[in-house]
């Protein structure tokens, strides 16, 4: 069946994913993908610290296709690592900062990470970003969740689960395990309920404009035309004259004015 074929590849490739996680740490990358070549199989890993994935002369990666190819039988397997454009801008990496923070220093100043952790990545450029910190190890009585957020974050429909970046990460703390969720909008996203009016007034007035400048362009032509005809009427006028000069041309009556009767009364 083709559809057991495609779920055994799939969960081979989440078996890999637990794996290098395990071996690497899930806090020294982001996230890998998996594609399949001519030559054989490429894993790349994406991450802040390319350094610490690769190791002392990239002694990790060799020994972790050795062990790809005899533990999962990959053919040829090629790894290699990418370097994040901007960490800031990754939910994971910014999640695993988090419980970084909180694990070294504790969760007594968990507000200041927070707000910190979201001004830096507002300052990245982000449209919007959300984070929560949740569970027992929260300093409280109870489990308590806080929430930060700032700027415009789709939260639900096809934007939400394609294109917005999150990421959990947990802290396991003395007083107990708290669990960070991080969402981020990346900057340069359409959306789809995004309308622009300015664009259009300013194309109806570009429209305008022409139309306007065609119609200063006519006005002269018209003046023109006229002072044209007046020459004209003059001359045929002129002419008339030199042929009959004791004909003087007849000039129109003048209607009489209407005067009111007046009623004689005798």
Known sequence: MIERKFVAEKLRELQVETF?????????????????????????????????VVGKKGETIKNLTIVLKARF?????????????????????????????LEKFGPKRFKSIGYRTLQRIIDAGALGAEIVISGRGVPSSRAKSWRFWDGYLKKAGDVSESLVSKGIAFANLKSG?????VSIM????????????????????????????????????????????KEEKKKTLKKAEKKNPKEKPRKKAKKPKKTKKKEAKK
């Open 20 to 52: 290098i996680a395990r071996e690497i740490g899930k806090d020294k990358y982001s996230y890998l993908e998996i594609k399949k070549t001519p030559l054989g199989e490429k894993i790349i890993i994406y991450t802040s610290k390319p350094g610490l």
């Open 73 to 101: 039988k990959m053919e040829n397997p090629q790894i290699e690592v990418a370097e994040l454009p901007s960490a800031e801008l990754d939910a994971q990496t910014m999640a695993e900062y988090i419980v970084n923070v």
């Open 177 to 181: 395990t708290v669990g960070v969720k």
């Open 186 to 229: 990346p900057p340069g996203i359409e959306l789809p309920d995004k309308i622009k009016v300015e664009e259009v007034q300013e194309q109806a007035k570009e429209e305008s404009k022409p139309e306007k400048a065609e119609e200063k362009k006519e006005e002269p032509k018209k003046a023109e035309e006229k002072k044209e005809k």
